[in-house]
């Protein structure tokens, strides 16, 4: 699958078949071990929901995902990309190395997992969540996992 989160054993479609259908399968296609790419785009788009890396370049400094092995090269530039779009006033980071990037780019402290900190932005407020990472080597139930996410897409919405 040529989008976020393309790995079958991550969880991240499952916890948006729960949090926005109540079925962790809603999104998956088990016959052919991949997500329902069409329906997870226009569910994102229905939501308002945008996806996009910290960093535009890193290095992979073992032949693994894991964030302790990852070097950012080339940070993205944040700031400028929630210029263009002026109603996003949340960001979410699924890893330790994205927060700790968006943190060092905005100057806050990183939140506890399944918590936020605001911060001031071109005037305006923002809160930057630290979600429970989908990946299974996290030691978090998927049910779990989607209580968090969906507790943050609540608070997000509200606001």
Known sequence: MD???PNFTNDMWRVFGLV???DAQRLVDAGRKTYRLAEIKALLNEKGIGLYDTACAVRRLQD???DKFLEVVTPTDIGALLARMPH?????TTGQKATETLCAHFGVEAPKVGGYVAFMLHGEEFRLYRMPSTSRAYPLALAKKAEAYGRMM???MER
Do not use: T
């Open 64 to 66: 693994n995902a894991a």
């Open 154 to 156: 609540r608070e997000v």
């Open 88 to 92: 996003c006033r949340a960001i979410a």
């Open 3 to 5: 989008f976020y989160y």
């Open 20 to 22: 926005f259908f109540g």
